[in-house]
């Protein structure tokens, strides 16, 4: 039997970080596989399952930090959510989405904000967001090509 992990603070349960989104989707287990197989995430610890067999609960660490909940919609409950990720490589792991059975949402492209990113939805119907960063920039710089950005925008949309 392993370890608990290790408690962050007091306040916060052994192998969480301190802010997790919780993915209330169908076809939790499959986004499970997805996140381990995808991103190489680990579970914390077994999944939790109800005795009717639906997955109950599902806590994923991810390599550079971070936890992700993952949960079985019941009726009324489904909200599948957004997750912004950042990995060593955005183009391999936007591919290795697709072969997990991903569908793309928007192909990796350099953003005004410093990342260059891309997303795909999961089988769930979850969001998540695979980023690189690329370039350190002030707050002023991010303003400025925030503009820059919405102008072409809303000049693209006339």
Same mark, same amino acid.
């Given at each position: 039997m392993t370890a608990a992990p290790a408690h962050i603070a007091p306040h916060i349960a052994p192998g969480r970080a301190p802010v997790c989104p919780l993915l209330v989707c169908r076809r939790p287990k499959e986004v499970v596989d997805f996140a381990l197989?995808?991103?190489?995430? $680990?579970? @914390?610890?077994?999944?939790?399952?109800?005795? !009717? +067999?639906?997955l109950w609960n599902a806590e994923l660490n991810f390599p550079d930090g971070g936890t992700v909940l993952v949960g079985e919609a019941s009726e009324g409950m489904e909200r599948p959510g957004f997750v912004y990720l950042h990995v060593p490589d955005t183009d391999a792991t936007f591919a290795r989405a697709l072969e997990n059975g991903a569908t793309e949402i928007m $192909?990796? @492209?350099?953003?005004?904000?410093?990342?260059? !990113? +891309?997303?795909?939805?999961?089988?769930?119907?979850?969001?998540w967001w695979i980023a690189t960063h690329e370039r350190d920039m002030t707050d002023d710089q991010i303003e400025a090509e925030?503009?820059?950005?919405?102008?072409?925008?809303?000049?693209?949309?006339?």
């Open positions: 197989a995808t991103f190489d995430a $680990a579970l @914390v610890r077994p999944i939790l399952w109800h005795r !009717d +067999g639906r $192909a990796p @492209v350099s953003q005004f904000y410093g990342d260059y !990113d +891309g997303g795909v939805q999961d089988m769930g119907g979850n969001w925030a503009r820059t950005a919405e102008a072409a925008r809303k000049e693209g949309s006339q």
